[in-house]
Structure formats: C-alpha cells, structure tokens
Nanobody
Framework: QVRLVESGGDSVQAGGSLRLSCVGSGLDYCSYDMSWYRQAPGKERELVSTIRSDGSTTYADSVLGRFTFSRDDAKKTGFLRMNSLRPEDTAMYYC??????????????????WGQGTQVTVSS
C-alpha cells in the first residue's frame, strides 16, 4: 500500500518561510515524480511544483523564485521550501506522485495517490 503524509504547515506572517515535507511509504524500489498542489477555499486545486525522478523541477509562475522543491529518495521524502510567503499562498497543500515505475516496484503503475494535506496560512 502506498501512503503519503504531509507535514510542516503552519500560520506565518507575510515574508516568512516554511518547509513542507511529504513522506512516502510503499515506494521501495520505485521511480516516481512528485508534485505539490494547493487548494485555497473556493478555488480549484492548482499545481505548485513538480520534481521528477531525475531531480529536475518545474514551478508555477506564482511561486517561481520563492519555492524550492527537493527530494531525499533514501527517505522517500519530498521537501517544499517556501520563502517570502504571501497571503495568496494560503491554502491546503497536498503532495502526490506520478505513476510508479520500476521492475522491482511492488506498486508499479499506481498513480493518483494523495496525502491528507497540510494547511499553510499566511497573514498580512
């Protein structure tokens, strides 16, 4: 069974920083991309950032230059470092993986697994 657990959300002042973590289980011997999404009240869920299995990253324009996505594959963990936070960054943040791949990956082919989310609130 694949499971993702997010943590690190908090309430901060504008200009502050947070580091979100996404810890995975059931991912042994798997290759996968990871993504962070966020959803603010009354808004659609939006893609924030993706880190591919090779470590390359992409970011939404709204967070480019402020957020950094990194990963520690040995710990099956992704980290989203968020600097210069703005009130518009307030949202529930979720992580997910792309399709799992690998000859020895027990859950190869599985995708669309989501964590429960972690709340980020930025006050002005």
């Amino acid at each position: 069974q694949v499971r993702l657990v997010e943590s690190g959300g908090d309430s901060v002042q504008a200009g502050g920083s947070l580091r979100l973590s996404c810890v995975g289980s059931g991912l042994d011997y798997c290759s996968y991309d990871m993504s962070w999404y966020r959803q603010a009240p009354g808004k659609e869920r939006e893609l924030v950032s993706t880190i591919r299995s090779d470590g390359s990253t992409t970011y939404a324009d709204s967070v480019l230059g402020r957020f950094t996505f990194s990963r520690d594959d040995a710990k099956k963990t992704g980290f989203l470092r968020m600097n210069s936070l703005r009130p518009e960054d307030t949202a529930m943040y979720y992580c997910t993986t792309g399709p799992l791949m690998g000859s020895f990956c027990d859950n190869a082919g599985l995708s669309n697994v989501w964590g429960q989310g972690t709340q980020v609130t930025v006050s002005s």
